[in-house]
């Protein structure tokens, strides 16, 4: 069965500060795409990342890090230097090939406030 | 082209009476799916079209709920009789599928966020 498990469900952090969120996820099947979402107090779900399962490589994007590792099913999100404007809650997801990506599992989030 | 549009942002009904929803996909996106999301839970998959074809409906969806995409272009989701149990925020998102299957991902709307009293 396919799941998305965030075991931390609320975090805070002094700005500045790095913040790591985990994320680990099961599936039966090699091919699927991982991602992280951000949900602001405005409530609209923003995309930040999409990897597929065969992409193993690390990404950063300005602040931003994830860390794929399929030998722990892991695909972790890291804020460096946190502001406060990256308060929100972070969701992470999972779709497969076998449904075709046509259904996004979602993790329980993990809400972060990153205090001044 | 403004991204996933949805309407009403807010409803707040009566218990037992129906309410709709709107959503209004990227025009150039054939795919459309309806989430809903609890408070402190991440969007549970509730149904998606692929153009005017609704192609799978999740256990979620009781008999209450229908969802409809006329010509394939906006959709509606309409709750009939309801419930304090259906007091969420109702997502919609959209996105590209082509010949070749290739994933481009979603795009959500803002969502309607649903109080029933």
């Known amino acids: 069965a396919q799941k998305v498990t965030q075991a931390q469900t609320e975090i805070s952090v002094v700005e500045k500060e790095d913040v790591t969120l985990d994320c680990v996820y099961e599936?039966?099947?090699?091919?699927?795409?991982l991602f992280w979402y951000k949900q602001p107090p405005s409530g609209e779900l923003v995309f930040l990342i999409r990897?597929?399962?065969?992409?193993?490589q690390n990404e950063i994007s300005g602040r931003y890090s994830w860390n794929f590792q399929k030998s722990t099913s892991s695909f972790n999100f890291t804020i460096t230097a946190s502001q406060v404007v990256d308060s929100a809650v972070y969701f992470c997801?999972?779709?497969?090939?076998?449904?075709?990506?046509?259904?996004?599992?979602f993790g329980p989030g993990t809400s972060l406030s990153v205090i001044p | 082209d403004t991204g996933v549009s949805q309407n009403p942002r807010h409803k707040i009904t009566k218990r037992g009476q129906n309410v709709t929803f709107r959503c209004d996909p990227i025009?150039?996106?054939?795919?459309l799916y309806w989430y809903r999301q609890t408070l402190g839970q991440g969007p549970e998959f509730l149904t998606y079209?692929?153009?005017?074809?609704?192609?799978?409906k999740s256990r979620l969806l009781s008999d209450r709920f229908s969802a409809e995409r006329p010509k394939g272009s906006f959709s509606t989701l309409e709750i009939q009789r309801t419930e304090q149990g259906d007091s969420a925020m109702y997502l919609c998102?959209?996105?590209?599928?082509?010949?070749?299957?290739?994933?481009?991902?979603?795009?959500f709307g803002s969502g309607t966020r649903l109080t029933v009293v």
């Open positions: 998102a959209s996105s590209l599928s082509d010949h070749n299957q290739i994933y481009y991902g979603y795009t």
């Open positions: 599936t039966r099947d090699t091919t699927y795409y």
């Open positions: 990897r597929n399962s065969f992409d193993e």
């Open positions: 997801a999972l779709s497969e090939a076998k449904t075709s990506y046509d259904k996004v599992i």
């Open positions: 025009s150039e996106h054939n795919r």
């Open positions: 079209f692929q153009n005017e074809a609704q192609l799978e």
